[in-house]
């Protein structure tokens, strides 16, 4: 079946402009979470989605930062007013909860921003 | 301190050894643990779980010390392609799951 997919691939833009990204997670997954990789670093968790409410947007680094999620599928990520520090690769994963063992997480290819 | 902490490397190995990593874990309340790995550029891709009695697959073993709070990774007759970073996850009851990622840990598997 298909697995996580995201779109842009790569997206280029200049210093405040606004982008949104877009994350389409595994059919049947409830859970989808949205990280940032900087060049070498590990994961930042940004935001947590279980169905369409996000208990859990503790990582967002700014009020520019937002995200949605419609119909308990798609989500986006949207970045207002870029600034270089927000430079990075945008990984999507969505999760299935296993009973009792816990949730697996599978991620799309990631979204490379880049603001000149 | 962290909530999951790896050495972050890099290892450095020859083709055919055997190398082992560490991770801490913090929070007690730790459910379910897997190790994940991440090739360059490319997104993070589940390796195995790991289960309390310890599981292998193929050249890879993995352990979990509830005690102390740590899981490990063995890898056995390294390949060129085993090069990559390692990352250490583990999934903390909260109701539901808060899932943890550590840094990772690199490796380089060299001719």
């Known amino acids: 079946g298909a697995g996580v997919s995201q779109s842009p691939s790569n997206k280029v833009t200049e210093k405040g402009k606004d982008v949104e990204l877009r994350c389409d997670p595994i059919s049947g997954h409830t859970a989808l979470y949205w990280y940032r990789q900087s060049l070498g670093q590990g994961l930042e968790f940004l935001i947590y989605?279980?169905?369409?409410?996000?208990?859990?947007k503790s990582g967002l680094p700014s009020d520019r930062f937002s995200a949605e999620r419609t119909g308990g599928s798609v989500s986006t990520l949207t970045i207002q007013r870029t600034q270089q520090e927000d430079s990075a690769v945008y990984l999507c994963?969505?999760?299935?909860?296993?009973?009792?063992?816990?949730?697996?997480?599978?991620f799309g290819p990631g979204t490379r921003l880049l603001v000149l | 301190r962290k909530e999951v902490e790896q050495d972050p490397g890099p290892f450095n190995v020859p083709e055919g050894a055997t190398v082992a990593f560490n991770c801490t874990y913090s929070?007690?309340?730790?459910?379910?643990f897997f190790w994940y790995r991440q090739d360059c550029r490319k997104e993070p891709k589940l390796l195995m779980s790991?289960?309390?009695s310890g599981n292998e697959d193929g050249r890879f073993t993995a352990q979990l010390n509830r005690a102390s709070q740590y899981i490990s990774l063995l890898i056995r007759d390294s390949k060129l392609s085993d090069s990559a970073t390692y990352l250490c996850?583990?999934?903390?009851?909260?109701?539901?799951?808060?899932?943890?990622f550590g840094a990772g840990t690199r490796l380089f598997v060299k001719a």
């Open positions: 989605f279980q169905g369409n409410s996000a208990p859990d």
């Open positions: 929070n007690s309340a730790s459910q379910s």
């Open positions: 994963a969505s999760t299935i909860v296993r009973g009792a063992v816990g949730e697996t997480q599978y």
């Open positions: 996850v583990v999934n903390v009851r909260t109701g539901g799951f808060k899932t943890i």
């Open positions: 790991v289960y309390s």
